[in-house]
């Protein structure tokens, strides 16, 4: 980043997307832009470090019970922005809401639903195996910071799920009609004082919150067509979320400086076979694997910012990372030998994936060509996109 000579205390951070939708909905937007802007003004009972250790939040300790019921207790100090106090009853409006408007809108928000484990489970038959993990009665208050959260069966992430449950104010839900399209309270750094949605949020810190003082007194957020246009004009300090290409540009100008983690997301394709037989056959979805250079991909396409994964979702810091798993190599030679092997020589495949990383799909593409399949891609708008990775899908895969 470069900071412009203005007065220190003021600071713009600007995300450079658009945001998906047009409020900080804390616990339901799938954006992590969004995610973003509500952690400056929300907080959760359980926070967690880079490495994804749990850390006290509103909650300063708790305990397993029994598998199923985790026994919390809250800080006493905490107030809202709007100086209402949080308490155990914050916590229980907070899940009995998610509940409510979660379920009347099931479809628009089913990826956090999912997240926090506020869906059912189903079977790839479609059969119910596992009910929700939590109910309107899965708070029980003892006290004003002492309560007792019961699941309806063990749920080994409890924890880290509810470091991604920002705690909302009854008061203000109650008095706005739950609008949360034209302001935000929360227990946060920082207080809305200014909010054009989808474009721009403007950000103060306030004296009543519990963390204490804070170096940025201000901050906006707001929507750029060209960050390092709007970097090198002093229009913004700071640019997060950056694109590896744009990332790369600022780097190699030798202006900026940038700051770069492994993100606790990861860019897959996702194999639906129901849509193409050829994608039941193990081997044929060995050779897709075998056939991508990754260690090429990231240099080339996440311009060196990536981590290849190593065969799994997960990375360190995440619940399940199995660190004795390794990595498909690439082998194209074997991958072909594969889809010989498969009766699949002349094998036709679609991938979908959202337009924002047509260039990703595209190289994943020239990939699985270089081994005899014949590719076509398509790209969506990301909402359609993430939509038909949950609800089903024309295409053989998608990335995302």
Known sequence: MRLPQRAAAQSALASHVTIG????????????????????????????????????????????????????????????????????????????????????????????????????????????????????????????THLLIRTTRPDPTLEKRL????????????????????????????RVVGWSPGERIELETWEGNWRGSYPIQSATYTVVGDLRTALQAGDIDIAQSVPPDVARALVDSGEFSVTSKPALSTEIVRFFPQNNEALRDVRVRRALNLAVNK?????????????????????PGMNGYNEELEAFPYDPEEAMRLLREAGYENLELSLGAPNTVRTDAEAVAAYLEGVGIRMRVETADTGTIIMQMLTGTNYDMILA
């Open 21 to 144: 939708n047009t409020s900080i909905q804390p616990n339901l937007s799938p954006f992590f832009q969004a995610y973003f802007q509500a952690r400056q003004i929300y907080d959760t009972l359980i926070e967690t470090d880079a490495e994804g250790n749990l850390l006290p939040g509103l909650a300063v300790e708790w305990n397993r019970v029994e598998p199923n019921l985790l026994e919390m207790r809250l800080r006493d100090d905490v107030f809202f922005s709007n100086g209402e106090r949080f308490t155990s009853a914050s916590v229980a409006y907070t899940m009995n809401h998610l509940l409510t408007v979660g379920m009347q809108n099931f479809g628009a928000y089913q990826i956090p639903l999912t997240d926090l484990n506020l869906l059912p489970l189903f079977s790839p038959t479609g059969q119910m195996v596992a009910p929700p993990l939590f109910t309107n009665e899965s708070i029980e208050i003892i006290d004003d």
């Open 163 to 190: 470091s991604r449950l920002f705690i909302l104010s009854e008061q203000y839900m109650t008095e706005s009609n739950g609008d949360l399209v034209n302001g935000a309270v929360g227990t946060g750094y920082f």
């Open 295 to 315: 260690e090429e991909y990231n240099e080339f396409i996440r311009a060196g910012f990536g981590v290849p994964t190593t065969g799994q979702l997960m990375q």
